[in-house]
């Protein structure tokens, strides 16, 4: 049983040591698209999008998190994006003579504390040359006003945008301080020949989960039983006898802390251990069972953070979109 329970332990600790981070899908599946008239004065759709525009469009108290289209309806005359749930892709439609089209997202981060990075990414394929398309992404503050991430526009291009933004350190350490993990997304069409649709695919918000690396000591197993000194001289740490009793000897001795030390400090790794005998009855024999010398390992949170990563990462595998 000792033996299976060391290496039970030490292969937590190789999981610990050589997973340093994983990677986890934190946008929700596409499942559908919601309605949601705003008039911007055609902001929305252009670069010239604002904080205000993004609050009172997605924003508002009592608004879920999910994915929502400007409609049709309305002074500026938006168009709606529609979704197609089984590849996970939104279409933008040209909508030449209105203030254009736009597909956004409202989401919360759970736990973002847990996180060292976060890349936002899409890739959208546009119908031909004509569109004009923008993005941008924001998160919420506890006071809640919105704070840009990034945005970026491109035009009269018929190769397939894909887009790629990795949140900066200065970013990611403003949003586990003032954020309250909200995350709005907005990605818009203008112009182009009606009739025609842009689509996005691949869309994806995913956080780096940060697993601490053991510490130097934490990996040092082996120098636990050390005993023979650097320079070849032996020290004891332990010894008994016992004699003239027939009853099983179960011995069991902890190395002391001060021991510990001076085994970290000069030891070289080596350990010796005697057992012997002598007298008795002759031909009769004594049975040594289950002799062992077993370290504790003291891992400072990795190794429950690795138990925490599986969860998550099996998490991620049953939400990884088809």
């Given amino acids: 049983m000792k033996k299976i329970l060391c290496t039970l332990c030490l292969g937590l600790v190789s999981l610990a040591a050589s997973v340093s981070a994983a990677t986890i899908e934190l946008m929700p599946e596409i499942t559908a698209i919601t309605g949601q008239g705003y008039n911007s004065a055609g902001r929305l759709a252009n670069n010239n999008i604002t904080a205000a525009d993004v609050k009172a469009w997605l924003g508002p108290a009592g608004r879920a998190d999910g994915w929502y289209t400007t409609t049709g309806n309305g002074d500026m005359g938006w168009g709606s994006a529609s979704v197609n749930t089984a590849n996970q892709a939104i279409s933008l439609p040209n909508m030449p003579g209105t ?8 989401m919360t981060i759970e736990n973002i504390q847990a996180y060292s990075g976060l890349t936002f990414s899409f890739s959208l394929t546009p119908p031909g040359t004509g569109p004009t398309y923008t993005y941008s992404v924001w998160y919420e503050t506890t006071d809640g006003d919105l704070v840009e991430l990034c945005r970026g526009s491109r035009g009269n291009n018929a190769s397939q945008w894909n887009v790629s933004y990795d949140v900066t350190d200065e970013q990611l350490a403003a949003m586990k301080t003032n954020g309250n993990g909200k995350v709005y997304a907005v990605i818009g069409s203008s112009g182009g020949t009606n009739g025609n649709n842009g689509i996005i695919r691949d869309i994806s918000l995913e956080g780096t989960l940060a697993v601490p690396e053991p510490t130097a000591a934490s990996l040092s197993l082996l120098g636990l039983a050390a005993l023979m000194l650097r ?14 009793n027939a ?10 802390d001060e021991q510990l030390a ?10 010796y251990t005697v ?48």
């Fill in 99 to 106: 203030a254009g089209v736009c597909a956004g997202l409202k």
């Fill in 231 to 244: 320079d070849g001289d032996l020290v004891e740490l332990c010894r008994g006898s016992r004699g003239n």
């Fill in 275 to 322: 057992i012997g005998s002598s007298g008795g009855t002759n031909g009769n024999s004594g049975t040594i069972r289950d002799i062992s010398l077993e370290g504790t390992l003291a891992v400072p949170e990795p190794a429950t953070a690795s138990l925490s990563l599986l969860g998550l990462v099996a998490l991620m595998l049953r939400r990884r979109r088809v």
């Fill in 262 to 271: 001076a085994m970290k400090e000069n030891g070289n790794g080596k350990v």
């Fill in 247 to 256: 009853s099983q000897w179960n011995v069991s001795y902890d190395v002391t």
